[in-house]
């Protein structure tokens, strides 16, 4: 079974703290995400690495930096948390991605919730 | 961008009922997966569908593929309180290559 751990299930920080969120997969997976979610907003894309100390920006990746120096680990680095980054933060690792492929499934972790006060 | 809407959007039941969730798009996924997502846990992979009116069977959850790969359903039969959750569909758009996420389903099933 493909297992995706996060470093923290709930989270509690101040303004103005930089905060470290790891996550680490066991399956060798090429690809590594981050997304949060929040209520009526969906799952939105903030990184994802495709490659060892490779990154790409997701949808809202204002806030945030990423690092993948070992294939197995991706963390999500907020640099200055703010209150609006308030939520619940998903880790999840595939395969390489291809429009044609029947095997595009992403196996997420439990979540980290994080609140900023 | 290609999108997909799930509806209904929120679903309340009481325990033994059918239910039935969509996902549409109006383009072409070569597959589309399902989630469940419990409250306070990440998503979990039921199914990916990958043929055209393929039809995949997990328990009482049946997950269709429409036969042109632009939707897919989600039937629940008798459901029960353990099947509340998000459902979400999800598959790669082909243009951008992203994999993109359905707008959820939110099921409530009452005891």
């Known amino acids: 079974d493909v297992k995706v751990t996060q470093s923290s299930r709930y989270l509690v920080k101040r303004t103005g703290e930089k905060v470290f969120l790891e996550c680490v997969q066991d399956?060798?997976?090429?690809?590594m995400f981050w997304y949060r979610q929040d209520p009526g907003l969906g799952l939105r894309l903030i990184y994802f690495s495709y490659d060892v100390k490779m990154k790409e920006k997701g949808d809202i990746p204002e806030g945030y930096s990423v690092s993948r120096e070992k294939k197995e680990r991706f963390s999500l680095i907020l640099e200055s948390a703010s209150t609006n980054q308030t939520s619940m933060y998903l880790c999840?690792?595939?395969?390489?991605?291809?429009?044609?492929?029947?095997?595009?499934?992403?196996?997420f972790g439990p979540g980290t919730r994080l609140t900023v006060t | 961008t290609q999108l997909l809407e799930q509806s209904p959007q929120f679903l309340s039941i009481q325990e033994g009922e059918n239910l039935t969730v969509y996902c549409n798009s109006s383009s072409v996924f070569s597959s589309l997966q399902w989630y469940r997502q419990e409250p306070g846990e990440g998503p979990v992979l039921l199914v990916t569908v990958v043929t055209g009116g393929e039809v995949k069977k997990l328990k009482r959850l049946t997950f269709q593929f429409g036969d042109a790969r632009k939707d897919s359903s989600l039937h629940i039969t008798a459901a029960q309180p353990g099947d509340t959750g998000l459902y979400l569909c999800?598959?790669?758009?082909?243009?951008?290559?992203?994999?993109?996420f359905g707008t959820g389903t939110r099921l409530k099933v009452l005891a």
């Open positions: 999840a690792s595939s395969l390489p991605l291809l429009a044609e492929s029947p095997t595009n499934e992403q196996y």
């Open positions: 399956m060798d997976h090429e690809n």
């Open positions: 999800a598959g790669v758009d082909s243009g951008t290559y992203k994999y993109i």
